[in-house]
């Protein structure tokens, strides 16, 4: 992995952790993460006069990848609503990059480096560190937290590996990224209506600008992870991208006020390990 690729994963993965962040403290997260999504296709949109028109092929990986996203928001919204950030949010998102190299191994015939195989176990291990220790109370879990946590996390591997294929089979990373968001933003706003019905309208609208922003930072978090899975294996691009548990652990204390442990401290040694045997992968 280049360093230009390392350091643009690490600018997304702060995003990614930001936007996690303004969905916890939202009343509604249904309607916070769905306006989001919506945010991410209004900031796409302009972008579709300038890119490639998806092949055939390429429209069956984003039919998929908007999909396997609806399922991740959904469990991902429960896993917030029964668990703190510190908790629900590395969990998570602490099996998936295993879960994403087998998945690659398996499906896409691509092999990680050694190294990187080995920083990715590090930085695995220390997510799930912080979960185990990471939540209101020490090693104990809400048990519904952790089941909705664990289904998110293969659904982002999921996703991961869809997105990573469609990608590289589209004319540009940016063409893929773009289409798929509109797609998902049109997919997402039918799916409010028929749950919610119009009063949804009316519910977003005051929000318009923290979907707006939440919009751009999940967009430009999640084109730069598909353009650097265009130029490294998918399974450590997806694994660097999970040092967003070190800005959302920052969050949780600073913004939050949950609680800081020594178990984090020691979890996220573990997380900087692994992004330095990434990089050296």
Not at 23 to 49: E, H
Not at 134 to 161: E, H, Q
Not at 199 to 219: D, F, N, Q, S
Not at 227 to 232: I, K, N
Request: glycine fraction near 8%; charge should be positive.
């Amino acid at each position: 992995m280049t360093l230009s690729v390392f350091l643009a994963v690490l600018g997304a993965a702060a995003m990614h952790a930001v936007w996690n962040a303004l969905i916890k403290i939202r009343l509604d997260r249904f309607l916070s993460i769905s306006l989001m999504t919506i945010g991410m296709g209004v900031a796409a949109t302009p972008a579709m006069l300038v890119v490639d028109f998806p092949q055939r092929e390429v429209w069956t990986w984003i039919v998929l990848s908007t999909a396997i996203h609806t399922l991740y928001r959904l469990f991902l919204i429960r896993a917030y609503e029964t668990g703190d950030l510190a908790q629900a949010y590395p969990l998570a998102r602490g099996a998936a990059p295993l879960l994403t190299t087998i998945g690659g191994i398996l499906l896409i015939k691509e092999f990680p480096p050694q190294v990187a195989i080995a920083g990715i176990v590090l930085l695995s291990a220390g997510t799930l560190l912080m979960s185990l220790r990471g939540g209101r109370k020490v090693g104990v879990f809400d048990r519904r937290s952790v089941g909705f946590a664990l289904i998110t996390s293969v659904c982002v591997a999921g996703y991961t590996l869809t997105d990573g294929s469609g990608a590289r089979l589209a004319s540009t990373a940016s063409s893929y990224a773009v289409w798929l968001f509109v797609t998902d933003a049109l997919w997402t706003l039918a799916l409010c209506l028929y749950l919610r019905g119009s009063r949804v309208l009316a519910a977003m609208l005051p929000e318009w600008k923290t979907g707006i922003v939440t919009g751009l930072l999940g967009a430009a978090s999640y084109w730069i992870a598909m353009w650097a899975m265009t130029r490294a294996p998918i399974a450590s691009v997806a694994a660097l991208r999970e040092t967003s548990i070190l800005f959302a652990m920052m969050i949780s204390v600073f913004a939050l006020r949950e609680t800081a442990t020594l178990w984090r401290a020691a979890a996220a040694m573990f997380i900087v390990a692994g992004v330095v045997a990434l990089r050296l992968g």
